[in-house]
């Protein structure tokens, strides 16, 4: 009951803020890949598993509403044109970031915002120079220029930015570039991980995640990874670090950036794992709300869907059975990640150690069903992928999957009732939330190129 209250409040609160003055706390939260299926998927496990009768917290905002995302060059677009949307209100054309279809440069409203004096700060689960995050600071015709991107950065002047590891420190034959040096000439201080965070003194922060070898992402929830970085940490490192810079003004981006990765895996387990992540970090903005309600805008979207996730298939009929989620406790990419280790190593691998791996991790025959003509099925699988080596992999943007990975995660997906279209992006429409200081203004159906539009609007309100 305790949210359902908070939710009664907070509408109250946003009908007396409509009268206030432009807001001084801008919240901008981006769920990369983050379609209607995920929060749809996300909201049903929490409550038919988890048992909320309040739903997930982004839906309990008063403004829900929803938004294209087409690019310039596609009904289906990519991150870098979605991202330049979503950062400065222009389309542009697949891969293309910062920049129009003629690559003239636009100016995103964090730029906008900073040189009117706001703090800035960046978040994202991902590379701090992806997409989304580079949106905000860089201007290149394509999105693969990590270098030019990583040099954005270091002078875009903000307060903060936090991801896994940045791509650019690496030239294309694998030496080292200049990039770090860059950073130290412009008085960012880099941090690998939250531990010393509180000592810090810099006015400019750049936090990477602790393991340099993990470059695409911070970890996955799912995967309860030791000493990993996680989206509320870095939000709330990020809060702090805008609040003990004194800014009596700020705009925040926080990408939940992993929803995105294992909706390329189609890994339904791990996507709603990240969307609750998203949601955990969600809270930081939404009590900062609750503390400042006449002075803070919170905006919740997405960039685009990933996967074509579908609520319903075949094997279920007109049901769902998502607890058998809360016997994954691997993602579908380090079960792939596994199994590649597997097929180098030398050491016999035979087909009762899977078996045991799979009840540990999946929980397959002690609490999903797994039928005999399932288990036979896999265990052919397993002799040829595994021990013989043989069958293609399916390729996807971030990893690579084994014919044996595909069958197991098949049979998870045949009882838990999720499905999937593409293992990359779809055209569908994303949700928009909102709440606080003009979210409004956000009620009615919007294009991607609105959002940021509408945000500088209300910030340059009087």
Same mark, same amino acid.
């Given at each position: 009951m305790k949210h359902r209250f908070l939710t009664s409040a907070a509408s109250l609160l946003i009908g007396a803020s409509l009268f206030a003055a432009s807001p001084k706390y801008i919240f901008y939260y981006i769920g990369d890949g983050m379609g209607m299926g995920q929060v749809m998927?996300? $909201?049903? =496990? /929490?409550r038919t598993v988890l048992g909320n009768n309040e739903p997930i917290l982004m839906m309990q905002f008063p403004v829900n509403s929803v938004s294209t995302t087409y690019s310039a060059s596609s009904p289906v677009t990519d991150s870098a044109a979605a991202g330049t949307a979503l950062a400065t209100g222009y389309k542009t054309r697949n891969g293309m970031l910062g920049v129009t279809p003629d690559t003239t440069s636009v100016t995103s409203i964090a730029k906008t915002l900073f040189d009117d004096g706001y703090g800035v700060g960046l978040v994202t689960s991902v590379y701090p120079d992806d997409a989304t995050p580079g949106a905000f600071y860089t201007h290149v015709p394509h999105r693969g220029m990590f270098y030019e991107i990583g040099k954005d950065a270091a002078a875009c002047g903000y307060d903060f930015i936090g991801g896994s590891n940045l791509r650019g420190t690496k030239d294309k034959n694998g030496n080292k570039t200049d990039l770090m040096d860059i950073f130290a000439e412009n008085n960012v201080r880099v941090i690998r991980g939250a531990e010393g965070f509180d000592t810090i003194t810099s006015r400019r922060v750049l936090m990477l995640s602790p393991f340099e070898d993990r470059t695409s992402n911070i970890g996955y929830t799912i995967d309860s990874i030791p000493g990993a970085l996680t989206l509320p940490v870095m939000t709330q490192a990020c809060l702090t670090q805008l609040e003990r810079n004194g800014r009596d003004r700020f705009f925040m981006m926080v990408e939940g950036g992993n929803i995105d990765h294992a909706g390329h895996a189609n890994d339904g387990g791990t996507i709603i794992k990240e969307t609750l992540n998203f949601n955990e970090a969600l809270k930081i903005a939404y009590d900062f709300y609750l503390a400042h309600p006449d002075e803070t805008l919170i905006v919740v979207t997405a960039d685009h869907e990933t996967g074509g996730m579908g609520l319903g298939n075949n094997a279920v009929g007109y049901d769902l059975h998502l607890h058998y989620y809360d016997y994954q406790k691997i993602s579908k990419d380090e079960f792939s990640d596994y199994c590649r280790s597997l097929a180098r190593s030398r050491r016999? =691998?035979?087909?009762?150690?899977? $078996?045991?791996?799979? &009840? %540990?991790?999946?929980?397959?025959?002690? /609490?999903?069903?797994?039928?005999? %003509?399932?288990?036979?099925?896999? &265990?052919?699988?397993?002799?040829?992928c595994i021990v013989h080596q043989s069958g293609s992999d399916q390729k996807t943007l971030y990893n690579s999957f084994d014919q044996f990975t595909l069958k197991v995660f098949g049979i998870l997906d045949s009882f838990t009732g999720l499905g999937w279209t593409t293992n990359g992006h779809s055209g569908g429409l994303v949700p928009v939330y909102a709440i606080g200081v003009g979210a409004e203004k956000f009620a009615s159906f919007n294009d991607n190129t609105d959002l940021p539009k509408r945000i500088l609007e209300i910030a340059t309100s009087k």
């Open positions: 998927g996300t $909201e049903a =496990y /929490n016999a =691998y035979r087909w009762d150690d899977m $078996e045991e791996f799979l &009840k %540990e991790k999946l929980g397959f025959w002690t /609490n999903v069903p797994v039928t005999p %003509e399932q288990t036979a099925m896999l &265990k052919s699988e397993f002799d040829r």
